[in-house]
């Protein structure tokens, strides 16, 4: 027993040494633990030292630790304010003393240009970025030399050199920017001819040029190295598509005794040219072999174009991505046949399995509702991928507004003929707050305020956002116009498909020379709506709106028709009309392909009560067309297919009263002429006038309508251009359609404020005693 109490003492007392023994171990690793008691900065004037503080990670207080001095280093020099930056570190008894030593950049006093005679300085200032009270930063300085260089190319000055000094004043600092010009001798390209062309003319091949002579004062004929050589790249593409797959296409330079006129010779050397022979396809296809064939536009005997045969191979590609063969592999082989002189091509295709969607994970929404996103998609889980309703899934996902971008993904999984889809999206602002004005020439000065949400969630306090409902509350005060509305819409009621809504709202029109109201309107109402998807293109819908209209202040009412003043007063208007739309087209906010096309069809009175009896119908159509870029203008402005947009709109309408009413009330008439229907005649004076007053627009019972409209980009996505060519009439029952055209040309702009329209037209044809002159429409508005 003593001997067991023995032992049990000795362990415990080694136990006791032992975490004696750590502990104090511990304590000498923590005492030689340095800390940073300070962070000093030396050499800064122009930078604050708590500017450079706030750009560290490290502070005062913080473990000090040396490898990490070097980060800080790069994190300071990456700022851009310093030319060089230092450390040095100081070991105190209390820890260590960190100093940072700053070479800033100098600043700079001013930038002056020297030796430039002929281009004057305000023009060379706009190519310079640096400017007076900057920090002096060489990278920058470098680009403005090249741009400057660029200018002088441009203005035909191919010769002149560019260069810059620093000039530093020694008792401040400050530098002075000196640009150093020489311009040379301008050189002016008088000829550009063509040697060694057999197969293609001179005309064709300098199609393919930006490079051109000088002609009076409309073309400069400056050289441009850099364009010059993509000119004679595309030069060589050219005969490649054509079969010539050895062309080389180089240039000799002459010049004029004075140096100052350029002749230009391209040098052709065409070399065989090579065909198409056999053309076949093996491979484990998965399809018949004539449904591949269809996908290959390459045939026996066509010059051997490389840029087609790659256009073939991605539709094949493409079709069995459709398919749902995310797998599939597609190879050209090509072998030269000497007996036939021709090289023949096989498409060798291996098809694998079939892909099928596993998990869809739907990513980056944070306020949207997930199930927002996937009630638009037509690919499920478990079913095989199809390439078109993949980009179908994604346009219907974009084109709910409330995204900036939107992402498909394939991921792969353990199973090789599973692949899951990711689909990410970033967010965009849904809601909205707009106060502001504009202005247009049918409604002169307009003020609006408005709060809308276009992904409104009514059950979701305190954000009410993510379920894609969509709100709007708005006011316009004009000179002519003055409008109230409330809205309400769901795409999904209760999440069931069908969309529901209502609206709450006053519009009123006053008597304006340019509105073509010769009254004062006043409309107060409200709508219900329903509607129901039919197909992903086709949705049809129900509304009843009641509303009562005030018509007033008719225009000098002792020379106005009976039928005129007859409207004066106040009437209800009961009405429920069905519609129908199809819309194929791409996107609905900037559409470049597709169609939308609807009809509609209305009842007013009747077993539904209000004060007039009448019926209406209206079509409208609208085929958005991507005009092909001609070859130069993708090069050269950067145009591509989408840019340039070709719109044909047609529209009719009839409308005819029935039971108790004696005549079609004049303010739900059809009217033509004015910015968006017939442009080059006045707001709504196309049609029949008042037949006691032939100023007086009275509006028809039959309007029949076409626009063609052709858009094109002038500066980026920010500013466009417009041709136009609009037809139509509005005829009452007695009168025959005498159709009025006008053609124009417009400008459209966006703006922060919202869009900008501006369109001239011109009248083709007489329109009653009208003068016959053109007409400008502008308009800005905001843009919802």
Known sequence: MKRITALFV????????????????????????????????????????????????????????????????????????FADVSVETEERPEGVVITFIIMEKPIIKAVEFRGNARV????????????????????????????????????????????????????????????????????????????????????????????????????????????????????????????????????EFGYSEDGQEMHITVIVNEGPKYLVGDVSIQGELGFPEIEIKRLITVVTGDPLDHNLIRENIENIRTFYYDKGYMNAEVDLRQRYNSVTDRMDLTYNIVGHNVVYVGKINVLGNTKTKDKVIRRELRVFPGAKYDGQKLKYSKERIYNLGFFE????????????????????????????????????SVDAFIG???????????????????????????????????????????????????LFGFAAYRTEHERFADSGYDYDERRTGGSL?????????????????????????????????????????????????????????????????????????ENAGGFI?????????????????????????????????????????????????????????????????????IRGYGQRKVGPRDTSDDAVAVGGNYMLIGNIEMMFPLYQKIIKGAVFFDIGDVWSNSQNPGFKSGAGIGVRVKTPLGPLQLDWGYPLNKNHNDKQRGEFYFSMSHGF
């Not at 923590?30 to 708590?50: C, H």
């Not at 039919?534 to 007033?552: A, K």
């Open 405 to 440: 971008d939107v992402y498909f993904e394939t991921v792969p999984t353990d199973d090789p003929d599973v692949k899951d889809l990711n689909i990410t999206v970033k967010e965009t602002k849904t809601g909205e707050f707009s106060l502001g004005g504009g202005y247009s």
């Open 120 to 251: 004057k300085t305000n023009r060379i200032q706009k190519k310079v970025d640096i400017k007076e009270g900057q920090l002096l930063d060489y990278n920058i300085l470098a680009e403005n030399v090249a741009a400057i260089d660029a200018l002088y190319t441009e203005l035909g000055y191919s010769r002149a050199t560019i260069n810059y000094k620093i000039e530093t004043d020694p008792e401040t600092g400050e530098v002075t920017v000196v640009f150093d010009i020489n311009e040379g001798a301008p050189l002016k390209i008088r000829s550009i001819e063509f040697d060694g062309n057999e197969h293609f003319t001179s005309g064709e091949l300098s199609n393919y040029m930006t490079t051109k002579t000088a002609w009076w004062f409309i073309r400069k004929g400056s050289f441009d190295e850099y364009k010059f050589e993509a000119d004679l790249d595309r030069i060589r593409s050219y005969y490649r598509s054509k079969g010539f797959l050895d062309a080389q296409v180089t240039s």
């Open 529 to 601: 709506k329903l509607g129901k998807e039919l197909t992903d293109q086709v949705s049809t819908g129900v509304v009843y709106t009641l509303e009562e209209v005030n018509i007033s202040n008719i225009r000098d009412e002792s020379q106005v028709s009976q039928d005129l003043k007859d409207e004066a007063g106040t009437n209800w208007i009961s009405r429920v009309t069905w519609n129908v739309q199809y819309d194929s087209r791409d996107n609905k906010y900037s559409p470049t392909k597709g169609i939308l096309a609807g009809m509609s069809l």
């Open 10 to 81: 000795l362990t415990v007392a080694v136990m006791l040494a032992a975490s004696f023994c750590a502990q104090a171990f511990a304590q000498a690793d923590q005492s030689q633990e340095q800390r940073v008691v300070d962070i000093r900065v030396r050499g800064n004037n122009a930078v604050s030292t708590a500017t450079i503080l706030t750009r560290l990670k490290i502070q005062a207080g913080d473990v000090f630790d040396e490898g990490s001095l070097n980060k800080e280093l790069k994190r300071l020099y990456a700022t851009g304010y």
């Open 448 to 498: 609006f305020v408005q709060v809308r949400q276009r992904n409104f969630d009514i059950m979701n306090f305190p954000t009410f956002s993510g379920s894609g409902q969509d709100i709007v509350i708005r006011a316009e005060v004009g000179s002519a116009r003055t409008n109230y509305m409330l809205s309400w819409t769901d795409p999904w009621i209760f999440d069931y498909p069908f």
């Open 609 to 677: 009560g209000g004060d007039k009896d009448f019926v209406k119908g209206y079509m409208h159509t609208s085929y958005f067309y991507p005009v092909p870029v001609p070859y130069l203008m993708q090069d050269y402005l950067k145009w591509k297919r989408g840019d340039i947009v070709l719109e044909l709109k047609g529209r009719g309408g009839y409308v005819e009263k029935y039971a108790d009413s004696n005549s079609v009330p004049i303010y739900e008439r059809f009217y033509a002429g004015g910015a968006t229907t």
